[in-house]
């Protein structure tokens, strides 16, 4: 969350901020409720000091004057029940509005309205061509018996797949390659649990405002979340803590993620493109605050690099103002091309949060002055599973409705050339 002294001290910044993520919060309104906050505690504190004082002035009074003062006392603490009721009114007014207020956007993000307007600032490699006519994902994945949504579609309903034969050995060596990598760059591999509390979901920023495509799992009795992206366990992980940050704590993790895709009705309905349960490898960072810019430009070079590696089309695009969630105040994205689609498709992302998460979370670590500071969080998907295997069969398909392998996978399929 946004450090409130920034939100009292400079309302205007924090206004126009609002304005450029297209957001519509009303930020008045925030700061006439904090000053009603700030007004009650002053009151409230002084009408408890006045209780505790008169309550150990009582037992030493006289029986002529205890009963006037009785009488004060009790006058004394109506007034403090009905303030204290309208504390707690005023905090919880407060906490809505407080929670929904974004971070502050970095001076180099795009500053635009939605994902149409999101700036593409590199190409990689020119649009695959072919010499026939090429096939959805899904055609030649259904003819080979790679995907089977039906099946699934029986078991669990719709938005879900089983994977088999040749597809599922591409996805592990897609997870062995990308781990490998990672793990030569410093990244510390982590399997998360996918399943948290509402501490770790409000700590990251997907609550409030994200509830309507979370999975709650038995509410009211285990109350607990399915993950969208194990960057919310993950960040969780140094939660009430105080770092060692001699130099960046840096994990990849990979997991099982899962959405409702409330918002996206017969939207991408073939194929393996929108999901429910699908697979990603994440890249998660901790640093001081005076480097995540640095390991931000570290986080999205790398999955440049492992896309590069994949010799699939891509570009890369600095997610504009609007289309950035609250808690990240820079992103990118990297879109592969989809030749059946005709169109990029985003694949990765990777997003400096600055200390919004650990400012919920408290993630701090000392400076050289040995004083806290918040720690800053960065997060980055490097491979969402089923969208890197859409990628390399559709890019890599040839006239016989096979798929070759790209060579920087071909190790990791034990020597296969093509499926």
């Not at 649009?127 to 579609?153: L, N, R, V």
């Not at 009795?221 to 704590?249: A, R």
Request: glycine content about 4%.
């Amino acid at each position: 969350m946004l450090d409130i002294k920034i939100i009292r001290n400079n309302p205007e910044l924090v206004k126009e901020n609002i304005k450029k993520r297209n957001l519509t919060l009303d930020l008045d309104k925030f700061l006439e409720i904090d000053a009603k906050k700030l007004d009650l505690i002053v009151k409230v504190d002084e009408l408890r000091a006045i209780k505790n004082k008169v309550s150990k002035e009582i037992p030493t009074l006289s029986h002529e004057l205890r009963p006037a003062k009785i009488a004060e006392m009790k006058k004394l603490w109506d007034e403090l029940e009905v303030l204290e009721k309208e504390q707690t009114e005023i905090e919880e007014k407060w906490k809505e509005l407080y929670y929904k207020v974004p971070n502050l956007l970095d001076d180099s993000a795009a500053i635009w309205n939605t994902d149409e307007d999101n700036t593409v600032e590199q190409y990689y490699k020119e649009k695959t061509k072919f010499d026939f006519t090429p096939k959805a994902h899904y055609e030649i994945g259904e003819s080979k018996w790679w995907i089977d949504t039906e099946k699934w579609a029986e078991v669990s309903g719709a938005r879900f797949w089983y994977l088999k034969w040749d597809l599922v050995l591409l996805q592990f060596a897609l997870i062995n390659y990308a781990m490998s990598t990672l793990v030569a760059k410093w990244f510390n591999p982590i399997l998360p649990p996918v399943l948290v509390r509402e501490k770790a979901m409000f700590g990251t920023g997907f609550f409030p405002a994200g509830e309507d495509g979370i999975y709650w799992v038995n509410p009211w009795d285990d109350d607990l979340y399915l993950v969208g992206t194990s960057e919310v366990p993950v960040t969780s992980y140094h939660c009430d803590e105080v770092m060692t940050l001699d130099k960046p704590q840096m994990y990849v993790a990979y997991s099982s993620c899962f959405r409702r895709e409330a918002w996206s009705a017969w939207k991408d309905m073939r194929g393996i493109l929108r999901w429910h349960q699908f697979d990603k490898i994440e890249m998660v960072c901790f640093c001081k605050n005076d480097e995540s810019r640095k390991i931000h430009d570290f986080m999205i070079a790398t999955e440049e690099e492992i896309w590069k590696w994949l010799e699939i089309p891509f570009q890369k695009v600095n997610v504009c103002s609007g289309d950035l969630g609250n808690p990240a105040m820079k992103k990118y994205d990297l879109e592969a091309w989809m030749p059946a689609q005709e169109k990029y498709r985003e694949v990765t992302s990777c997003s400096n949060v600055w200390e919004y998460q650990s400012r919920r979370l408290w993630i701090k670590y000392r400076d050289s002055n040995w004083d806290l500071q918040y720690v800053h969080t960065l997060n980055g998907t490097v491979i969402a599973m089923s969208r890197c295997l859409i990628a390399i069969i559709e890019n890599y398909q040839t006239a016989e409705w096979n798929v070759k392998i790209p060579d920087i996978l071909i190790p990791f399929m034990g020597g296969r050339t093509e499926i």
